[in-house]
């Protein structure tokens, strides 16, 4: 059992040293992660504040579903994209298979629904308390769309980094579109993955203490920009 | 709502365009290999070298043989480089692989506990499965239809024992890579079947200790193909030749032996050997 204490320090280590591996390899992670996290939350906003007020048959059904999509396998969005991105698949031709831009589209479609489902939940319920006024203002769906959207705007931060941290945190999806190649597709969570399976599992362990403290640091700036931007709009 | 489906797709295609370029590299060829060749860290020894030569960056794709055919038959590499006579013919026979060559051998080993309960130790490797099968000591197999797997399974058929039937008992499939293996064997104390590059680069030996070597039918021969141009004609043929070219050059052969770990030599080139033999 020495391995844990042992990769905490090489965890210190690792992070003390500013390893120039390790900085590539954490900053794809983000950088993919980021621009995951940001196509989803742009696609994911307005669709699921559309579904939280929109009424038509069906809708329970389609609610059901997409909550159900929160728990997607990695895995299997990984084949799918693959399956969808290979030279041998209808999106071949972009020859996008085992780079960042792959894993960027697996963990989008990874994501989108955790984020969709929440502002769904988030949007219907403050709908359900500012109904009556918006109707007295005689707001169109669109408006009350928006004004809900950015009344709720720091409760939706969270959800948004619900979708973060299930980004950052999946192996599935980009060690198979992404291929774990050194130098290029490599992130930290395939990183850990590889490690592991050289047995040096210290090693592994303090790349997954890293990836926890990035993950940490980016939620407490988070918070931090809200508890300001709430302090002076609040 | 038209609006902001029009925005998000904007944004989707200007996040997209943005983040191209910062991470595309042009000259850059894709090799399907496998996780014996990565995880020893041959891969981070030669591939340097290849690229101070030719400016060419080699991307390593690492899965087990099955996997890695697979791959390149989808077009998705354009260079294979595998362990599996065997499953290679058969790719060069199907059209999807051209110029095979045999690039280096090395060898497999049987791992176990120190202990040894079934004896094993020593040169054969045949007497060594018939002796586990018969203690039922538990045998760690990779079970993914890598080239190891595939080599395993004709050493149990060379013992004439059916190790299915010692499925769920003492014969235990981890359908993984030959790292994850190990770190299941090292775990249960079960022997397992590994390449000894894997091995020597393995970390997390716990109790296991190499029991089995030396026998010549161990021998684990490497073969690198180009992926059919005419199959896929995307794939980068001059590249994928420079770089078969160089693995089987003088040049090339001389830095496959140049790599050691603890002193000990992993892979031994033997292109040049087999032409001048052949």
């Known amino acids: 059992m020495q391995e844990i204490p042992q990769s905490f320090s090489l965890a210190l280590s690792l992070i003390a040293s500013l390893d120039a591996n390790l900085l590539a390899i954490a900053g794809l992670s983000l950088r993919v992660s980021g621009v995951a996290v940001l196509l989803a939350a742009l696609l994911a906003l307005p669709l699921g504040a559309w579904l939280a007020l929109a009424r038509f048959p069906g809708r329970q059904g389609v609610i059901a579903v997409l909550n159900g999509m929160m728990g997607l396998p990695p895995v299997v969005v990984g084949l799918l994209v693959y399956l969808l991105l290979s030279r041998a698949g209808p999106l071949g031709s972009l020859g996008m298979l085992f780079t960042p831009s792959a894993m960027v589209v697996a963990q989008a479609l990874l994501i989108f629904p955790i984020i969709a489902a929440l502002v769904r939940q988030v949007i219907e319920d403050a709908w359900g308390e500012y109904r009556e006024q918006l109707l007295s203002l005689n707001a169109s769906r669109g408006q009350a769309m928006m004004a809900l959207l950015f009344d709720m705007r720091f409760t939706l931060i969270t959800a948004v980094l619900a979708g973060f941290g299930r980004a950052i945190a999946e192996v599935g999806a980009v060690m198979i579109v992404g291929g774990n190649i050194d130098g290029v597709t490599r992130v930290m969570t395939t990183a850990i993955a590889l490690e592991t399976s050289k047995g040096d599992l210290p090693l592994a362990l303090a790349l997954g203490v890293v990836l926890i403290a990035m993950v940490v640091v980016i939620n407490l700036a988070a918070q931090g920009i809200k508890t300001l931007a709430m302090r002076k709009h609040g | ?278």
């Open chain 2, 1 to 278: 709502m038209v609006k902001n489906i029009a925005h998000a797709a904007a944004a989707m295609a200007l996040t997209g365009m943005l983040a191209m370029p910062a991470m595309a590299q042009d000259k850059f060829i894709v090799v399907a290999s496998t996780t014996s060749t990565q995880d020893s860290g041959l891969f981070g020894h030669i591939l340097p070298i290849f690229k101070a030569k030719t400016g060419i960056d080699v991307r390593v794709v690492a899965q087990g043989t099955g996997q890695a055919l697979a791959t390149a038959k989808k077009g998705d590499a354009d260079v294979v480089f595998v362990h599996d006579k065997v499953a290679e013919a058969k790719f060069v026979e199907e059209g999807f692989g051209l110029d095979r060559r045999e690039v280096m051998y090395n060898d497999f080993v049987i791992v176990g506990p120190k202990a040894d309960p079934a004896k094993t130790a020593g040169k054969d490797a045949i007497a060594a499965l018939k002796k586990i099968e018969a203690g039922k000591q538990p045998f760690a197999s990779r079970g993914d239809k890598s080239g190891t797997h595939a080599a395993e399974l004709r050493y149990w058929k060379a013992a004439d024992i059916d190790p299915q039937t010692g499925k769920g008992g003492w014969y235990r499939e981890t359908g993984s890579g030959m790292g994850p293996t190990l770190n299941t064997a090292s775990a249960m104390s079960a022997y397992a079947f590994t390449d000894r590059g894997t091995w020597l680069s393995f970390k997390n030996r716990g109790e296991l200790v190499i029991l089995v070597e030396g026998d010549t039918k161990l021998f684990n021969q490497y073969g690198v193909m180009l992926v059919n141009p005419a199959k896929h004609p995307h794939v980068k043929k001059e590249m994928g030749q420079q770089f078969i070219d160089w693995l089987t050059s003088a040049e090339g052969q001389a830095a496959i032996a140049a790599y050691k770990i603890e002193g000990q030599q992993l892979f031994f080139p033997n292109y040049v050997a087999l032409r001048k033999a052949a």
